[in-house]
């Protein structure tokens, strides 16, 4: 291992878990591609209606589009901790083939159902369709045999992690990360099963939605964020760990309540519009904390980064997250807001912002992590001679993501004004507000910001794959006694 040059990608350098962590990154790289091409034949329907009709209608586009993000997220959370964890533990991963063997049942099984997406699309309305073909719930559409396959790898995926732990030494942050996947995997549950009342369907429904996506996932990513800044700064592990108890902390008393700003419209009792609106944007606040209070403490010790592009993606990861689940998240959640803005492009707007601020970034961070060490632990600080690579990626994804949730928010405005407050939520209402002119010129701006994604995208990719090729330079050492303190 050590006659390999450094700068040169080699697998050989890395443990049995971070070469499974690479498996997982380059699929999530795949369907982020994908993600970004279905979105925009989407938007692209929205001005061009005829694009696309009767071979790839706007319903499968979407279901793709959105389906697709959560899976390469998926897949993106489950290889950074597959990365950090045999570091963390200080032993090898448990149950490595195990291991392997679920992220290839995964793999086919999505490739199986964005087929069946593709080429099916729909079925008859019979439990046969429920198992095989589309279950029909927006965001969770995967067929019911997808729906277990998903909960056993993510039990595979609980079962190696809190193994290597047990097997190594456990930290606050492993205990925090355990604890948490054990939700992942439960919450799912809640997903897999009807009622007849449609109000309790729904209030079922949300507990994936927000509690799986926004709850869970928003603990995953405080662990790897607190791991991410010691590797990046040589932060302090106190300091992270204790901004990473306050997020759980304030995810029990404000993730869970903040579901309640799901429920308003669905028949749950009135309670719900003061608990949904008051606790729906506490959740993203103890993140930028600890990355502000470990930026700090790097410049009082005068720590260096070994890693740019990582700590330049993991701020973006903080204030993305503050901005698009915290700020754009409260802007319309509050029932007064809620009643018209529900619904409408003010949503999107919400949610293209926080899903690319709050998982998109971090994901790409421990992406760069991974690189740097599979090349030998290379420097990837300033004076890289494709440095320009990875900054211009990072500003035209960043500005392409920001710029399509602006484009979309003057629609939803226009939206919720016309559809809502002067038509009153009226089928006339529904239409009349898509004509506007101002509706549209949001959804071309959104088209446009949306190409600027994809070019970011493509560079991203390019960087990915040849950044530090030509690098010599070992990465700086930071002080690890800080690290572990």
Known sequence: MNSIAIGTFSMTRLSGGQQLAIKYFAVAMVLFVAQCLFGLFAGLQY????????????SVNRMVHINAMVVWMLYGFIGSVYWLVEEEAGTELVGL?????????LTLAVTLVVLVYLFVQTGAGEIETIWFINEGREYIE???WADIGIVA?????????????????????????????????????A??????????????WWWVIHLWVEATWEVLVGCIMAWGLMKTLGARRVVVTTWLYIEVALMFGSGILGL???????????????????????EPIPLVAMVVHAVYDSGVHKFRNANHPALAWLIAHAFGNFFGAGVWGFMHTLPQINLYTHGTQWTSSHGHLAFFGAYATIIIAVIYLAIQKARGD?????GLATGWRWKWSFTLLNVGVVGMTMALLISGYEQSFVERALEGSSWSGYFAAQSTHWYMQGMYWREVWGVVTIVGLIILLWDLVTICADEKRASPVLNKATATA
């Open 47 to 58: 001005v061009m209606p005829e694009f696309g009709y009767n071979w790839l209608d706007f």
């Open 153 to 189: 790898c993510v039990l595979v995926f609980f079962y190696n992690i809190a193994a290597t732990f047990n097997k190594g030494s456990w930290s606050g942050i492993s205990g925090v990360l355990v604890l948490d996947l054990v939700a992942l995997a439960g919450l799912y549950l």
């Open 191 to 204: 997903g897999m099963f009807y009622t007849a009342n449609i109000s309790m369907d729904q209030y079922w």
């Open 142 to 144: 995967a067929p019911r």
């Open 378 to 382: 290379v420097h990837m600080g300033a």
């Open 97 to 105: 083939k195990l291991a392997n063997l679920a992220f290839w049942v």
């Open 260 to 282: 309640g700003h799901h429920y308003f419209w669905i028949g749950t009792p009135e309670y719900w519009l003061t608990i949904g609106g008051f606790f729906s944007a506490l």
